[in-house]
């Protein structure tokens, strides 16, 4: 293995890119997106991902990562681009098929195809099989194809390609094991070896597990809120039973993985999968949730100015896919009751389409604070400040993240007892 062929330079794709160069292999990193090449040609970034640009900079210097918008012959290709979700909540695999049609031209037998982007099951067998075979290929004797699912978390992505163990899952056993040798090249953590569709179900499994007990914290909320009960408390205290580990509940989920993941399992197994179906439900019910204790905590004034900090789906990074955060702005934005003003200091202007504010002018005046995104900047907020800045200094902060207090300040949370009592019809 001398060259690889990454298809894909997004969150996830680019990283990987950048990973095997630095470990001295030849890369070519495809996009259809110019400005991304050219900007990578360069040596810049256009993501947000802790320690990327300084390795991307160093690659590209050597020569050891080009970009361009087509493929090059390889040893082997890996493909690492979106599956997003239709309006039915269906997998939309164009991407996918659109990536594998395009390295077609490309391939030579004996090439190791992996597909990293996550997928409904069966789609290596049922969707990317096909494609090599139309085109001239066995895809079980030709080449090695495979599935080897991304599990890291943004923020930490570059070290976790590595230290995570990863499971790759083949059409065949020879693909497989080729495929798995691909990331023994890289990897220190463990490389688990399976076939392709439980490698596939592995992945989505993972996240759904996560969502479904995300959604119980999220149920809990809205059961809290009806009993006046402290759902944090309850949590709290929940959890110190040896086997109880309750999630925290917030504004919704959000994410290329978390909030799409289960969908796929659904679309597959619609009246098997139930509870997972119910989950992703709750969970995409808690907007309408926070917007309904936003208009509760501001129904005695006339026109409350709401300072809105946080878009992305988690702290830290610039991250919007599938943002909860967008959807609560959307829907207080259309309320003509309110004047919003949205600051998010790792979102660039470009990527909403809403105005985007500094922290001062955000605060300025400003009723009420919502927080729907745990960013350092947040947590670590001086309770002086905001107070001085804002009108009526009250923060609703529903990722529980805020270290403020003061007298002339009222710090609510999601689920908090003084909260529900305080905006209780």
Partial sequence: MKKICVVGLGYIGLPTAAVFARAGYDIVGVDVNQQVVDKLNNGEVVIEEVGLPEVVKQVVADGKLIASTTPEEADVFIISVPTPIHDNCTANVDYVENATRAIIPYLKKGNIIIVESTIPPRTISDVVAPIIQENGFDPEQDVHLAHCPERVLPGRILIELIENTRIVGGLTPTATKKAADVYRAIVTGDIMETEAVTAEMSKLMENTFRDVNIALANELVK?????????????????????????????????????????????????????????????????????????????????????????????????????????????????????????????RQEQVNMPLLSFEDALKGANLIVILTDHNEFKEMNSDEVTSLMSTPVVFDTKNCAQLDGEKLVHYRIGDLTNLRAIQE
């Avoid at 300072?307 to 309320?335: C, H, M, Q, W």
Wanted: glycine letters at 4%; aromatic letters at 4%; hydrophobic letters at 40%.
């Fill in 223 to 347: 059961i809290s809120a009806k009993l006046n009960v402290d759902a944090h408390k309850v949590i709290e205290l929940a959890n110190r039973h040896p086997r109880v580990n309750l999630h925290q509940p917030g504004p919704g989920v959000g994410g290329h993985c978390l909030a799409v993941d289960p969908y796929f399992i659904v679309e597959k197994a619609q009246e098997e999968a139930l509870l997972i179906k119910l989950s992703r439900d709750i969970n995409n019910s808690m907007p309408d949730f926070v917007v309904n204790q936003v208009n509760r905590l501001t129904i005695e004034l006339c026109e409350p100015k709401i300072a809105v900090f946080g878009l992305t789906y988690k702290g830290n990074i610039d991250d919007v896919r599938e943002s909860p955060a967008l959807e609560i702005v959307e829907k207080l934005r259309s309320n003509s009751r309110f004047d919003i003003r949205v600051h998010d200091p790792h979102v």
